[in-house]
């Protein structure tokens, strides 16, 4: 244990002389220190952020979340699927920075057409939209399972942010499967 400063303990400062002003202020060359880089040790900070995302927390069971297409795609988005059944206007393939394009999990031409963000018709499309989802159990229960191990974006094309099938199919996702259900 390091005793506290001024307990008997003779602390010795290192003065350094001042060059003397008669002498020319020429720059010094500037010689390259050799570093040594050990693992774990970086040179910027921005290196460093693999530290903080190793420390963060697991992401919570079935993280699934409902972004549009024509927004920026960003690191926490994690796995990133497009969920329309057309391809959105404007949008190349590099800008989405797309993991899958699910167009099985999308709704029908005819259901599509039908709905066409008529707000009376929403609970109607919805439900329908839910048989349409039951018949393609296999690929959504591969998506639900992604969504357990990891965060899955839901892109959609559509502008009304409540009332898409985006958010149905994202409830779906975060209910539990009816096998799996204790009663």
């Not at 003065?15 to 720059?27: E, I, L, N």
């Not at 699910?102 to 709905?115: D, G, K």
């Not at 499309?125 to 349409?132: N, S």
Request: charged content about 35%.
């Amino acid at each position: 244990m390091r005793p506290a400063r001024g307990d008997n303990e003779v602390v010795k400062k290192v003065v350094k002389k001042k060059a003397s002003p008669v002498k020319s202020r020429r720059p010094r060359a500037r010689t390259r220190r050799s570093a040594t880089v050990t693992v774990g040790e970086l040179s910027s900070p921005a290196c460093y952020q693999h530290q903080f995302e190793a420390d963060a927390p697991p992401a919570a069971p079935r993280d699934v979340a409902v972004k549009r297409i024509y927004e920026r795609a960003e690191m926490h988005d994690g796995y990133r699927a497009l969920i329309d059944r057309l391809w959105p206007r404007g949008v190349s393939r590099q800008r989405a920075a797309l993991d899958a394009w699910l167009v099985e999990l999308a709704p029908s031409n005819e259901l599509r057409t039908w709905f066409h963000r008529d707000p009376k018709r929403w609970s109607e499309f919805a439900r329908r939209y839910r048989a349409e989802l039951r018949a393609q159990g296999e690929a959504l229960d591969a998506l639900r399972h992604r969504a357990e191990r990891m965060r899955v974006t839901l892109l959609t094309a559509t502008r009304e942010p409540r009332n898409n099938h985006a958010m149905v199919l994202r409830a779906l996702l975060l209910k539990t499967p009816a096998h799996t259900r204790q009663s």
